[in-house]
């Protein structure tokens, strides 16, 4: 189908099915029952998933407060590693582990208001759940949507919803129908059904919603295109010549009607048995303890858990120096001058010790974010520094720092507490 033939058919009278008739010869409609999608989120490729909800969400079996964020990192074997902090980059409120690597909004159901939908940390928002999945070792991120709340987002940015006010709505009805067979047509991922770029089909959240393309939807929900009974991946362009009908045998086709799993919404996480309780102590609090706790050579803590520059992982300061934690290397103990590398940001130096020598710029106290912040634009080096270099092997030995806190309290035997070139390596 032409979308600018389309448009010129749509604005000579032709209805939707006439127009899909011409475009689709051999075609037939077909009803759905309520059915979901499963979206990879390209821009989100290689990265955290990082999301809130105006009016909370759910993770990890627990429900989370408004004005707190979920950090999942997928893990190997299928889960997540879940932070949640106040704002995007303020203090940790707690973490865990989870078998179940989703974000679910409050009501998972379909047509849910705007506070409910999920949004990224300087980003566009979303129906439905978000998730997150490896493939070959890297993350990836997965919208779980209604098939018409799905719509809702790529029609208007396939074509423009203004095309009502020019006579020409028809075409967007034909839109609808064409962009929802071709979605649940589609099996490019184990994860995900299908993406969302034009590799696919455009599909930005919610950013570009428009009530006159929701109509279009509305007045089509359920209605796909047929080929000897399966769903035709009904493949469009914006041809400006009004394009040529297609021959639908060289079309790929998806399952039946009857053979899509019914929508219903995701489990529901308070009551998924896969789901294990999120009170496991953070990686931070269990090298803490190892290392003595507060009689021990870190003595006590001067605030709470804080995310890393890039979101790569999380650092506490104690009396006498720092742990830092990443989901893949576990903890580690630093000293302050390893942390001001990382972290140059003034507003952590006000909770560190006032005899730390070694610090530079005077003394600073670490911020508590309350709202979500942007989260830095691909290529921008955030005010924190650059991302989290990698840590030394577990387990490995770990030659004596050169920048030891200067507190006047030497590291207790078997604690050492390096360099930044030490830990992370020169780069």
Known sequence: MSQVGAFDSAKQGWLAERILEHY??????????????????????????DAYAEAGFRVAGREVAAGQVAHLTPLPDGGANVVVTVGCDGEVVWQTATSDPWIYPLDPK????????????????????????????????????????????VVPAEVQANWVDKGAGEALRAQAIAARSYALAEHRYPYAQTCDTTDCQVYPGTAKEDPRTAAAIASTAGTVLLRDGRILRSEYSAAPDGGEPADIYAFEVGP??????????PTDPR?????????????????????????GSLGAPLGPEMLLPQRAGTYRLFTNGVIIATPTLGAQVVDFTTLMQLVPDPAIHEGLPADSAALPGGTFAPTTASTPTPRP????????????????????EMPAGSGTPESGQAPSAGLVVPSLGEVFGDR
Do not use: F, K, W
Not at 25 to 40: D, F, K, M, Q
Not at 280 to 287: G, Q, Y
């Open 24 to 49: 689709y010869p051999g075609a037939t409609l077909g009803t759905i029952p309520p059915t979901n999608l499963a979206v990879r989120l390209m821009e989100q490729d290689d990265s955290t998933l």
């Open 110 to 153: 379909p047509n849910r208001p705007a506070a409910e939908h999920l949004t990224l940390c300087g980003g566009t928002a979303y129906r439905g759940s978000l998730g997150v999945a490896t493939e070959n070792g890297q993350a990836r991120t997965i919208n779980r949507v209604d098939v018409e709340d799905y719509l809702l987002g």
């Open 256 to 265: 039946t009607p009857a053979e899509l799993a019914v929508g219903r919404p």
């Open 271 to 295: 009551t998924d048995p896969r789901t294990r309780a999120a009170s496991t102590p953070s990686a931070i609090e269990l090298e803490y303890q190892r290392v003595g706790g507060e009689t």
């Open 377 to 396: 634009e691909p290529g921008v080096v955030p005010s924190g520094g650059g991302a989290l270099p990698e840590l030394a092997s577990p387990g490995a």
